[in-house]
């Protein structure tokens, strides 16, 4: 849920709860991003893990 719009009920919360996530994410790449209200995102820089 994003911080900005999200909506969460104790069913929704429950429900997410509940699943079954993996125990590791492994991440290649992160993305420094901006965003003006109401455009899309802009990528500012990229870096390689």
């Not at 996530?21 to 990528?43: A, D, G, N």
């Amino acid at each position: 849920m994003h911080p900005r719009n999200a909506t969460c009920t104790d069913e929704i919360f429950a429900e997410i709860a509940a699943y079954n996530l993996p125990r590791k994410i492994t991440f290649k790449k992160i993305s420094l991003i901006e965003q003006e209200i109401e455009m899309k995102w802009f990528i500012l820089d990229e870096f390689h893990l």
